[in-house]
């Protein structure tokens, strides 16, 4: 605030009027670049000039501010002896946060800062909005008023949310969408088809129809917009709630309703499954998931960070559950580990639980094709790799238990550069072993799934670049007796990667999700990582 006082000459501070007086008097003085006194209430974090509800913006172009012009041959000395049209210039490359404490330098700051052109390129630079915003003249809403009533407003809400819907989650992704703010609720494609692409449908809308407030519409159901309610509930957390809920029945009662979820959600009807047990979880999520009607409270997610020395670039993926169907799971790198957590899941494995850990620092070597096939061969190899694992553990707590030990009794510090020497080494063995496998995976060999092991989709690539020992998560109905059981991770190319999880005998395929989400990227790696240990113990 000092610094834009004297840039405008009136002072070092918000209302020195005897340094900013003397100044006028040598200029001949000008009221009007005096310092405004009253303080203006702030409105959504000191956006209040974008909220104001005065009278309409001042064309002020090829107007001169009220301090005068320079003298011929003097540099200015003060941005008020600037023309307007370079101060509109100036002041549309500032944050608009910024804007607000401008403003209340001095009224000719005020008066520039009405200017609708100043707004449309904060909307433009800080939002995106390409639309072609002179159409707001029509409804009386200026550009000024769809950033602080819209844009700034609703900005805690953009990005990728996981909604609270008790074991099954979902995607949701808030955009900024034309002149409208909407959240689209992304669903995987219909089962098996894990390449398909994404589906998508709403779920609410926002926007500015007139320049009161914002209005907010609950898109759920089959009778078009109606009257929703958004509430921020605190950080990285919302809630929408429905005020028309009747909107979301259908004349034909609950059957119809189900017949209609049944043909959006898996793409056909109850009597085209013939799977007894799955007819039964699809009947029991429709059950679950129409309770809520469209009031649910969603929780931020990130997408996971990466680095150059990842297997591949992490991200969203689609994934085959068996009788579950195609569920969302996030890949994420942590130094020797990758994780598959689940964005979206099921009443045995919940939305937010690990679904898969890979272990990169014991890459598995399959035998030849012929002897793939056989079952028993390809336990015997990832069996043994868990015993060498599960021994290396106990080796590193004996380890770890004699290291604190001697810390505890010796009094020198001596004994400190041999245990570091030796985690050194271990890192060292566990880099060379990721190394090992970085190079593998540039080549590529031939792969079938062994005799007895289901798929769902049998349409999976038939070579793969290297292979991990990994754990998959099982558990009950209920998310009863969850146990980590073995299995390989077989990765295929960059977009594609399978897990066989050696105690169902099953096969998982999972195929990248292909969407650039906005305004999803993790602040820091921390964050990241506090994300999923939230997510999970909700979950749990």
Request: glycine fraction near 10%; aromatic fraction near 8%.
């Amino acid at each position: 605030m000092a610094v834009c006082a004297r840039l405008c000459g009136v002072g070092p501070a918000r209302g020195c009027r005897r340094r900013g007086a003397a100044r006028e008097q040598r200029r001949g003085g000008d009221g009007d670049s005096e310092p405004d006194t009253d303080t203006e209430p702030e409105v959504d974090s000191g956006v209040a000039v974008a909220a104001e509800d005065d009278e309409e913006t001042e064309r002020i172009e090829g107007s001169r501010p009220s301090a005068g012009p320079a003298e011929a041959g003097r540099a200015p000395l003060s941005l008020l002896e600037l023309p307007p049209e370079l101060l509109v210039q100036i002041f549309g490359s500032l944050p608009g946060t910024d804007l607000p404490s401008l403003a209340r330098v001095c009224t000719t700051f005020r008066r520039i800062l009405r200017t609708d052109t100043i707004w449309r390129r904060r909307c433009r630079e800080e939002y995106g909005v390409c639309e072609n915003l002179r159409k707001l003249e029509i409804t009386g809403v200026s550009c000024r008023d769809v950033y602080a009533k819209l844009l700034h407003r609703y900005r805690h809400i953009l990005g990728l949310w996981q909604p609270d819907i008790g074991p099954y989650g979902g995607l949701l992704n808030v955009v900024v969408d034309g002149l409208f703010i909407i959240g689209w609720m992304y669903l995987p494609p219909h089962d098996p088809h894990v390449d398909d692409p994404m589906r998508f449908k709403p779920l609410f809308r926002i926007h500015l129809m007139e320049r009161k407030c914002a209005t907010v519409e609950c898109m759920y159901g089959h009778k078009g917009p109606h009257n929703g309610h958004i509430q921020i509930v605190k950080k990285d957390e919302f809630s929408t709630k429905c005020n028309q809920t009747d909107h979301h029945r259908m004349s034909g009662g609950r059957q119809e309703e189900f017949r209609t979820w049944l043909r959006e959600e898996w793409g056909r009807t109850l009597e085209d499954i013939f799977h007894e047990h799955m007819q039964e979880l699809i009947l029991m999520k429709f059950i679950y998931t129409s309770q809520y009607d469209n009031c649910l409270t969603y929780r931020r997610i990130y997408l996971p960070p990466s680095s150059p020395d990842d297997l591949i670039k992490p991200g969203l993926f689609k994934g085959t559950y068996g009788s579950h169907g195609l569920e969302i799971v996030m890949l994420s790198f942590h130094g020797r580990k990758a994780k598959g957590t689940k964005i979206t899941g099921d009443p045995n494995i919940p939305a937010g639980q690990q679904t898969v850990e890979i272990d990169l620092a014991h890459p598995l070597r399959l035998p030849d094709i012929e002897n793939l096939r056989d079952f028993s061969e390809l336990s015997r190899i990832v069996l043994e790799v868990q015993e060498q694992v599960r021994r290396e553990e106990q080796e590193e707590e004996q380890r770890q238990e004699g290291e604190d030990r001697s810390q505890q009794a010796a009094s020198q510090p001596a004994a400190q550069p041999q245990g570091g020497g030796e985690g050194a080494e271990g890192e060292e063995t566990a880099a060379g072993a990721e190394g090992a496998a970085q190079d593998k995976a540039s080549a590529s060999q031939p792969f079938v799934l062994p005799m007895g092991v289901i798929s769902r989709n049998e349409d999976y690539p038939r070579t793969c670049r290297v292979c991990f020992y990994g754990t998959g998560l099982i558990a009950g109905h209920g998310f009863t007796s969850p146990e980590r059981t073995p299995g390989v991770f077989v990765l295929f190319d960059d977009d594609r990667f399978g897990f066989i999880w050696l105690e169902l005998k099953s096969f998982s395929l999972y195929s990248r999700i292909k969407v650039s989400f906005q305004n999803a990227e993790a602040p820091s790696r921390e964050a990241f990582d506090e994300m999923l240990r939230n997510i999970q113990s909700l979950a749990t």
